[in-house]
């Protein structure tokens, strides 16, 4: 088995970054990349890419297009596109995606399926 690993994330592209001391609670939904340094807690809903950075905590169901895990989520994810897992993440839920890659040393707990199919 070959080892993955992703590139590191081109912050430039991003519009928002939820900063480390944000506690947010509810639902998220925005139409741009986002990426969480903080804690959220509720749902996350986007047509775009989601990025979880590795000191973010996570606990919301997701449904995005993209989404790279390098933090921790607990809840299901949903996504059109890819699910990255790296290294330094966990995830505890399930993952419907098109393609799911996971890098060695993450913990992953759930049900994983992929569809093969990307939307959008």
Known sequence: MTDVEFAPVDEDILDTILAADVDFN????FNE??????KVKGRIETESDLYIDEQAVVEASIVAHDVSVRG?????IKASG???LHACCSV??????????METGCFYSGVCTMTGKKNG
């Open 92 to 101: 505890d839920g399930n993952i419907v995606a098109a393609e799911v890659s």
């Open 26 to 29: 509810g639902t998220l939904i």
């Open 82 to 84: 890819r699910v990255e």
């Open 33 to 38: 990349p986002l990426m969480i340094r903080g």
């Open 72 to 76: 921790r989520i607990k809840g299901s």
